[in-house]
């Protein structure tokens, strides 16, 4: 197994050309598209410590008058996090969403059979609908297409987004809600072509659902978006004609179409796990493919673009799942504890969402607090950042504006599943007010990379801060005990002059340039 390992490693060192040293080209008209916030999106779901524990936890000392945590909105605020997608997942599609509304006391605790679970259903709708308000985001809402249907739907955005005189919206004002939610985005289900899934369904059936569904939905609201599922990742067998049958089906009256994917690195190959943006850039690149065909098919005018609503890294926490004690309240579940690496590769992955942010409009990084997520908590205790939170807080913070195509010449590995490789992937934004370029860059390769950057478009800019995010173990980790053992820091590791800029890349490291027009 180490000889394996060893020869894997050194397939990685086989670059093509100058092993350390790139070259990128920046020019304004080189243009991907405009960025829509949401593309920063999150993910909440009745999993785990998610909620109960995670957002909401009334006997903390810093929950507030609804019980939730104000230290979990601190950070959700900090994220700019643009939009959540609630609440689920799995757990929506056995979910009866009138169990969460309506008084605390009389809401029945359930069997919950996507997680084997006891929900008590003290969150709901309206409460969460009022979190996101605090948390300064949008709601995403997914509807169960599981066990329900399209009755329970359009009573959801009847429930949500109708002012009064009818009865699901006078029971919302009821219910201490006077204004409607005005939830705009709307999940049709989840993951429904999974063989795990509560009501799984083939494309034809989901498709013909998801049509009827949205329809009378938007019947109630025409002002909302609709997302249609997807495949649940590009490895399943039914990967895109499944998005042929149910777009082929739902097209005239759906937004978006969703991806899922996750990464994981079980074999302990760093170049390999890497090397996993190729991945989905192709993934991207083909469901993008399948809608263009579907819209020519029909001769449509109306473009469907993309809701990747679930996407990180998750492979940690499979052991433990497997000692999970079935039926408890708020169960710790799907916790994986990150390392740099993790975090190197969601900023890889943040690349890929930007650089398609041409028809990839929404994006939800799953999950938000405790469950996958970059925030971690203790119930009633303390608060801490993972590792991925940074990239995260970097692209979200930085990377609103307009996409611009960098183009990169870089060395190349070849590892076990990918050939070719780039060692630096980048992309940059151009601020909203175009007083700023910042390029993210990240370094796959285990040394440093000198990078000459040709900046002559942007004549008279200069370099305002260099964020670099190394670390001298690629397998530390963040905790309650050490949550700065793994942090970003400025650098001035760089030098600009005649409009071209040289800068030296860490080994291993994800770099936010951000540079004044």
């Known amino acids: 197994m180490e000889e394996d390992k060893n020869m894997e490693q050194n397939k990685a060192k086989k670059h093509e050309g100058d092993p350390g040293k790139a070259v990128m080209k920046l020019d304004r008209d080189f243009q991907i598209g405009e960025i829509d916030k949401r593309i920063y999106g999150s993910f909440i779901e009745h999993i785990g410590r998610a909620v109960y524990g995670g ?8 929950a507030d ?10 950070l959700t605020r900090e994220l700019q996090v643009p939009i959540v997608r609630y609440p689920g997942g799995n757990f929506v599609s056995g979910y009866n969403w009138e169990d969460g509304i309506g008084p605390k006391d009389k809401r029945p605790k359930r069997t919950e059979l996507a997680w084997f679970a006891v929900e ?17 985001t949008d709601v995403m809402m997914a509807v169960n297409l599981g066990t329900r249907g399209a009755d329970a739907a359009r009573n959801l955005v009847e429930y949500c987004n109708f002012s009064s005189g009818t009865y699901w919206s006078d029971l919302r004002i009821q219910n201490g809600y006077k204004e409607p939610h005005n939830v705009r985005l709307w999940n049709l289900g989840n993951e429904m072509d999974g063989p795990w899934q509560i009501g799984h369904k083939t494309a034809q059936e989901y498709g013909r659902l998801a049509s009827e569904t949205a329809k009378v939905m938007k019947w109630v609201d025409p002002t909302i978006e609709l997302v249609a599922c997807g495949s649940s990742n590009s490895g399943m067998d039914t990967c895109y004609d499944w998005e042929t049958t149910v777009l082929d089906h739902a097209y005239d009256f759906v937004d978006y179409i969703s991806m899922h994917q996750y990464y994981g690195n079980q074999e302990d190959d760093t170049p390999n796990f890497l090397a996993n943006t190729m991945d989905m850039d192709h993934f991207i690149e083909n469901i993008i493919a399948t809608c263009d065909y579907i819209q020519a098919k029909k001769r449509s005018k109306k473009k469907i673009n993309i809701s990747f609503d679930e996407w990180n890294v998750w492979y940690h926490a499979f052991p433990e799942n497997e000692k999970a004690v079935k039926w408890q309240e708020g169960p710790s579940f799907n916790e994986d504890i990150y390392n740099f690496e993790d975090a190197l590769l969601v900023g890889g992955m943040l690349i890929s969402l930007l650089r398609h942010a041409n028809r990839v409009k929404v994006a939800c990084q799953a999950q938000l607090v405790n469950v996958i997520a970059p925030i971690m908590t203790e119930n009633g205790g303390r608060i801490w950042k993972q590792t991925i939170y940074y990239p995260y807080l970097h692209a979200s913070v930085y990377g609103r ?3 611009l195509d960098v183009l990169v010449d870089s060395p190349k590995y070849d590892s076990k599943d990918f050939t070719d490789v780039p060692i630096l992937d980048a992309v940059a934004v151009e601020s909203e007010e175009k007083d700023y370029l910042t390029i993210f860059a990240l370094n796959k390769g285990m040394q440093d990379l000198v990078t000459d950057c040709d900046l002559r478009d942007y004549p008279g800019c200069h370099v305002e801060e260099m964020l670099v995010y190394t670390s001298p173990d690629l397998k530390l980790s963040n905790s309650a005990d050490c949550p700065d053992r793994v942090v970003p820091h400025t650098s001035s590791d ?3 002059e005649d409009g071209r800029l040289t800068v030296k890349l860490a080994a291993y490291s994800w770099n936010v340039i951000r540079i004044r027009l």
């Open 55 to 62: 957002i909401y936890d009334p006997g903390h000392p810093l």
């Open 65 to 74: 008058d609804c019980g939730f945590r104000r230290d979990v909105i601190e």
């Open 120 to 136: 008590n259903n003290q969150m709901g709708t309206d409460e969460f609908c009022e979190w996101s308000r605090r948390a300064g």
């Open 401 to 403: 504006g307009t996409a």
């Open 494 to 496: 760089y030098k600009l």
